[in-house]
Each structure stands twice: as structure tokens, then as C-alpha cells.
């Protein structure tokens, strides 16, 4: 048994048991990956994968007992090089911080600028995706941390801590006839076009669709969007009326746009920071939560990982 037997086992499954595409990723050749499986399972003296001809179709039951297996064994492998560049440099590496565009725009700048004062030689790596992509790279190993909105509190393999609380706030054009509405209401808002989030970002889904919903109205969504910058051009532009994060609007850089609050129709937001139980986690990656919310010490973090979500 080697590390790359687990690595292509471990990727098949990833690929949706897609040989090819998992020998891409682990830049081996087709035949070579499925030589690697044969040879585990004669090792092991058992199936791992259900085939049909050379296909794979899916796991057998110990080739899913299997994978739990293997998913802990390459984590605690990361975790020894973790261990050993953190005694070998405490000042250098890497951390890769996932996280959403509303996030990365507005609610991190001011702690990656702190944190790259304090940690020059550390290579900050922010992958922006949607809530789903963030914590499939928590749980995969390819992030240290997740910021977002949605998923982080509902995985049990993650431990997740409240960041800040905001609420969605609408956008109109100066001069708008909803700037006169007071005070505000889903009834007037559903009269005009809306441009919002896509389902599933910041909020969308929990707060907007089911406040509209539970007052029985069916606002006209017509532009939908993965974040705020872009919902702000075409509000500007007069082509609806925008719900969006409220941190998003900026009064100096948005004078074409007026923010009514919005505060007592949609619920309250929670930003989580994530990271997945079991991994080691850099001292500078504990430093950098802590710089996003003081109360989340490495004590907290580490109690957290170990006991469940804050």
C-alpha cells in the first residue's frame, strides 16, 4: 500500500469514478491509476470499486469503509508537512482562504492588509466560489478556512464560528419612487423588477425568497447575480430595483444610488468562518480568525474543532 494507491482511489471517487479524469488531476496515465487499484485490492483481498466491463460505477461496501479510511490517512499526511513547516518557519507558507465575492469584496480587505503587516512571507491564497465549492474545499483539504454565509454551520465534519451579523438592505436609483415609501414594504418592493443574488449566495434562498413567500408574494426577478458590484451596475443603470448585503453599498464611490433599509423585512444574516475538524491548522491561520473576529483565540478554535460549533 502507497500514497498514490489512496491519492487515485480518493480522486475516482471525487471525479464521479471517472478514470480519466482523476488521472488527469493526479498527472498519471489511465492505465497506470487502474494498475495502482488492482493492485490495492489484491493487497486487500477485496473489491473497492462496482464495475461493469472497465467502468467504474460507483463504491463497493468496503471500498466506502474504505474511503473513510483513506480520507483520514492523506489529511493526517498533510497534517505531519503542516506540523513540520510550522516548526521549521513559523513566519512562511501558504493559507488558502475560501470564501464568497460579497466576502472577499467587503468584509475581508481590512484583515488580509492586517494580517500580510504582521505575515509577509505568508502566500495568502483567496479562491472565491459559491457556498458549496467553499465547503467541498474545507472538507477536501484544498482550504484552510471558509468564509461564508450558507452550508458552513450544516456540515458535521466542519466546525463553524459567527463572524458578524448583517442584514440585506434594497437599491434604487436617486430619485426613486421607493425612496418616499415609508416606511418600506415587500408590497411596494414586489411592484418593480429585481436584481439579487443567485439562489444560494448571501442569503438569497433563507431571507429574501422566503420573506417574499411567507407574505404570499411572487416578486419579478429578473437579473440574477454572483455578486454585489455587478447587482449595483444594472440598478444604476435603472433596470430594477436591488436587494443585496448591505456592507455592499458604499455612499462615496455609489452616489448614483440611495440605500433603504431593509432591516425589518428580511431576517438577520449570520457570516460563519469554518475549518475542518481534525486538520492542523498553522499558528498564522489561527491568527488570521482571530484578526477576522478577536473572540476567536486559537483556544476558541481549537475547543470548537474538538467539541462542535460555536
Known sequence: MNFQQLRIIRETVRRNFNLTEASNAL???QSGASKHIRDLEMELGVDIFVRKGKRLLGLTEPGKELLVVVERMLRDARNVKNLAEEYGNRLAGQLTVATTHTQ???ALPPVVQQFKQEFPKVHLRLHQGSPAEISDMLLTGEADIAVATEAL?????LASFPYYGWHHAVLVPVG?????SAP???EAIAQYPIITYQEGFS????RIDTAFAEANLAPDVVITAL?????KTYVELGMGVGILASMAFDPVRDQGLRMLDASHLFGRNMTRIAVLRGHYLRGFAFRFIE???PALTERVVRAGMETGAA
Not at 454551520?153 to 465534519?157: G, H, Q, R, T
Not at 426613486?176 to 418616499?180: N, P
Not at 442569503?203 to 433563507?206: A, D, I, N, Y
Open 27 to 29: 498527472y498519471t496515465s
Open 104 to 106: 472577499a469584496r467587503y
Open 153 to 157: 454551520d450544516e456540515i458535521e465534519e
Open 176 to 180: 426613486h419612487a421607493l425612496e418616499q
Open 184 to 186: 418600506l414594504s415587500l
Open 203 to 206: 442569503g438569497r434562498t433563507r
Open 227 to 231: 455578486d454585489s458590484d455587478v447587482i
Open 291 to 293: 484578526l477576522c473576529a
